[in-house]
């Protein structure tokens, strides 16, 4: 789980942070690292002080308490002992604190990944305002409404399975399916993104001036990266050295093959020529749908969803984006949006035993559960992408007004089209 968690920070830093940066026109590269940087560190001390309590404590059907704030708690002093915190097994715990930075870099990376699509245009003071509301009022209520549960150790018979599932978030309770974050992490960081482009409003020169990335180079190394980083992030959400870890890390390295193979050749075909970018888009396109599904479903559920992810989020950057009109700089609503409602509904389909899934565990009959109807998954699982894009997307747009009415979220034009490097950081990425 160390490692694990350690896979996650790579994800972020320098591997986001890379992938971005790349993206950007060369006199915005320092201002996008810095702002992961940054970001990666502010909730970091965030989630350490307030935030996992709030996410992964009891408290009601949409938040948690305040029994871990500032992490009080998880040592006993005069036991001299530390907290344990429950996995997906009866009688297998992990300490507490493995369990909380874990989640930290979670968190992280889910608030790293909204800048990408207003990059290269929004103040940075705004972005960190923008970043702490979002986190406390959109982050972590979804965090909690999808993952927490009190663990299987409490359930023995259908009254005490009743009683503990009462205790877990609203979207646990009613059965949605997230392994690793594609309602949390994905689809939650997505909204927030694109009603941030719509917000911001578009890059001057935009549709007119070329805005091409300035270094393919530096986003080949960060999706790299990212696709290194991610089996901590899905294969280690199983929570233990165990055979669902082992079912994750061999989906995630499938599925993001096949999204790979089928961008590049999807593009290949439309586009006449096979592109880095598109390799490295297709990556992470298939890296973000199968994460919701990495533990659940069989290995040729994932490199189905991995194929049909590659082609879908290849029209969520070129069809749908001129459809919504938006300048998300970096695509961030084509591909973690797109993707991540793709894998979420396809969670609920390819878990099935029919299909070669692992349907949904009975902790009092202790197996997996006989009874598994895809519709009625497939009915939960648009709920769960549903309650995230509407709570996501009024939460973000009113931090976004807000933090516009206070601070302001844009540079002035002049600051633009100097580059934000200069001009709000005073410093080049590159010199002459």
């Known amino acids: 789980m160390l490692i694990s968690t350690a896979l996650v920070i790579l ?45 992964f404590t009891e408290g009601n059907a949409v938040i948690g308490g305040t029994d871990r704030l500032f992490l009080r708690g998880i040592w006993d002093p005069v036991k001299a002992t530390f907290a344990t915190a429950a996995t997906f097994s009866k009688g297998v715990v992990i300490p507490e604190f493995v369990y909380v930075v874990f989640q930290a870099t979670f968190a992280a990376i889910t608030c790293g990944l909204i800048v990408g699509s207003f990059a290269e245009r929004a103040k940075f003071t705004a972005v960190l305002a923008f970043i702490v ?9 979804i965090a909690h409404m999808v993952w927490f ?3 299987p150790d409490g359930i023995k018979d259908a009254a005490t399975l009743a009683s503990e599932t009462a205790k877990g978030g609203w979207l646990w309770q009613k059965g949605a399916l997230d392994f690793a974050g594609g309602t949390v992490v994905h689809i939650n960081a997505a909204v927030a993104g694109i009603v941030g482009a719509f917000v911001v409003g578009k890059r001057i020169g935009y549709g007119k001036e070329s805005m091409a990335p300035h270094s393919l180079t530096m986003t080949m190394i960060g999706a790299s990266l990212l696709w290194v980083g991610w089996f901590g992030f899905n294969a280690g959400s199983a929570l233990e050295a165990a055979d669902t870890a082992a079912l994750a890390f061999v989906n995630t390295l499938l599925a993001t093959a096949a999204a790979t193979l089928s961008w590049v050749f999807g593009e290949w075909i439309i586009k006449g020529k096979p592109s880095m970018l598109g390799g490295a888009s297709g990556a992470v396109a298939g890296l973000v749908a199968i994460t919701p599904a990495c533990g659940y479903v069989g290995p040729m559920g994932a490199l189905a969803i991995g194929l049909l992810a590659g082609v879908i989020c290849l029209w969520g950057v070129n069809g749908l984006k001129r459809l919504l009109g938006a300048d998300d700089s970096l695509d961030v609503f084509g591909v973690h949006g797109v993707g991540g409602v793709l894998g979420a509904l396809l969670t609920g389909v390819f878990a099935a035993p029919s299909l070669g899934g692992q349907g949904v565990y009975d902790y009092v009959a202790n197996k997996i559960g006989a009874d598994y109807s895809i519709i009625d998954q497939l009915k ?29 979220m844009r540079v002035p034009e002049e600051d633009e089209r100097e580059g934000l490097d200069i001009a709000t950081h005073g410093e080049s990425a590159y010199h002459a």
Do not use: E, H
């Open 11 to 55: 994800m972020t830093i320098p591997g986001l942070a890379l992938f971005y940066g790349g993206l950007v026109r060369s006199k915005n590269m320092l201002s996008i690292l810095l702002q992961v940087f940054i970001i990666f560190a502010l909730i970091i001390v965030l989630w350490c002080i307030y935030g996992y309590s709030f996410a």
């Open 133 to 141: 509301l979002w986190f406390t009022f959109s982050y972590l209520p």
């Open 149 to 151: 549960w009190p663990g």
């Open 380 to 408: 939960i699982q648009a709920t769960g992408v549903g309650v995230t894009i509407v709570w996501s997307g009024i939460v973000a747009f009113a931090a976004y007004k807000l933090v516009d009415l206070v601070i302001g």
